[in-house]
C-alpha cells in the first residue's frame, strides 16, 4: 500500500543546467571586458575638457565641451590646422587652452596689415577670420623652434594666444592632445575641423 502526504525522500533533485551557467558566465565575462576595454580607451585615448572663453568663435563656444585624443601627439606632432588643448608654459595651474595651430617646428611667423603670413606665403584659413588688429609677438617675424608651436584662436580680435607675451609658442611638451570632437547638446555636436 502507498503512502499518500507525508514526507517523500523519494523525490529527485533538479539537474544542474550546465549550459545555461556556461551562457550566463560567457556574459559576465563579455561585459566586465567591455567595461575594461572603455576604461582603457577613456584614460588613455580620451580625455574631455571645456571651453574657456570667447577665442575659438564661431567653431567653440564658452563652456562647450571637447574630446581629446592625447594618444596622437606620441606618434605624430601638431599639423598646421589642428585644434591643440595645452597649458600655457605647462603651468598646472592654469586652465586648459583650446586653439588652432598656424605653424610649427622651423617656421616663421608674421602677422602683417591684419594677416598672417607663415614662410613669407599667406596664411589659408580653415574657417573664415575677421582682420587682425593687434599682430603683438608676431609684429616682427618670429622662427619656431625645433619644439615650437605658434596657435592662434578663430576669434583673432577675443584671444590670448602666442602673439601675447604671457602664452607665447607652444613647446610640444605643453600640448595635452589634438580636440577632435565637440558637444554642448544633442543639437550642436560634432566633428572639429
Known amino acids: 500500500m502507498r503512502r499518500r502526504g507525508g514526507l517523500n525522500f523519494s523525490r529527485q533533485r533538479k539537474k544542474f543546467n550546465m549550459p545555461l551557467f556556461k551562457e550566463i558566465l560567457s ?38 565641451q571637447v574630446m581629446v585624443n592625447r594618444f596622437i601627439y606620441l606618434f605624430t606632432g601638431p599639423k598646421s590646422g589642428d585644434v591643440v588643448v595645452f597649458r600655457p608654459n605647462g603651468n598646472e595651474k592654469s586652465h586648459y587652452y583650446v586653439r588652432r595651430v598656424i605653424a610649427g617646428p622651423g617656421d616663421t611667423v608674421l602677422i602683417k596689415e591684419g594677416a598672417v603670413y607663415v614662410n613669407g606665403e599667406l596664411y589659408e584659413e580653415a574657417t573664415e577670420v575677421a582682420s587682425i588688429v593687434e599682430a603683438g609677438l608676431a609684429e616682427e617675424e618670429l622662427r619656431l623652434g625645433t619644439d615650437e608651436y605658434f ?18 609658442n607652444v613647446k610640444k611638451e605643453y600640448m595635452i592632445g589634438k580636440a577632435w570632437f565637440h558637444y554642448s547638446g544633442i543639437r550642436n555636436m560634432g566633428f572639429l575641423k
Request: hydrophobic fraction near 45%.
Open 27 to 64: 556574459w559576465i565575462f563579455e561585459i566586465a571586458l567591455v567595461i575594461v576595454i572603455a576604461y582603457t580607451l577613456v584614460s588613455f585615448f580620451g580625455f574631455r575638457t571645456s571651453v574657456v572663453g570667447n577665442a575659438m568663435t564661431p567653431t567653440l563656444k564658452n563652456e562647450e
Open 151 to 168: 596657435v592662434l584662436g578663430d576669434n583673432r580680435n577675443n584671444s590670448e594666444d602666442s602673439r601675447m607675451a604671457n602664452i607665447g
